[in-house]
């Protein structure tokens, strides 16, 4: 299972980024998936996932502000994040797993490599 994320980059405070990944090596859509994210010298956090059959579950950190969503003919998992706040700053990684949804590291059985999102204030 491969997962490559992409989006990441440099953006404003207030501003919106979207970020996608791509899986591939297995059946896209009989799995759930999930983004987390780690700034720096902390631990990575859950911030969104989505049940195989698209129901969105959200981190009271970005709720409101952020939405998942998934396109089953592309393989790909979409997190749109509106409003950043410097907080946002880390790296994010999206992952998948067998579980209904992901919300802690043990539910993922695997991990893309990660995208920087900075957001200056």
């Known amino acids: 299972v491969q997962l490559q994320a992409s989006g990441g980059g440099l953006v404003q405070a207030g501003g919106s980024l979207r970020l996608a990944c791509a899986a591939s090596?297995?059946?896209?859509?009989?799995?759930?998936m999930g983004w987390f994210r780690q700034a720096p010298g902390k631990e990575r956090e859950f911030v969104a996932t989505?049940?195989?059959?698209?129901?969105?579950y959200y981190a009271d950190s970005v709720k409101g502000r952020a939405t998942i969503s998934r396109d089953n003919a592309k393989n790909t998992v979409y997190l749109q994040m509106n409003s950043l706040k410097f907080e946002d700053t880390a790296v994010y990684f999206c992952?998948?797993?067998?579980?209904?949804?992901?919300?802690?590291?043990?539910?993922?059985?695997?991990w893309g490599q990660g995208t920087q999102v900075t957001v200056s204030s």
């Open positions: 989505i049940s195989r059959s698209g129901n969105a």
């Open positions: 992952a998948t797993g067998t579980s209904y949804w992901l919300t802690m590291a043990r539910d993922v059985a695997y």
């Open positions: 090596g297995r059946t896209f859509s009989s799995y759930a």
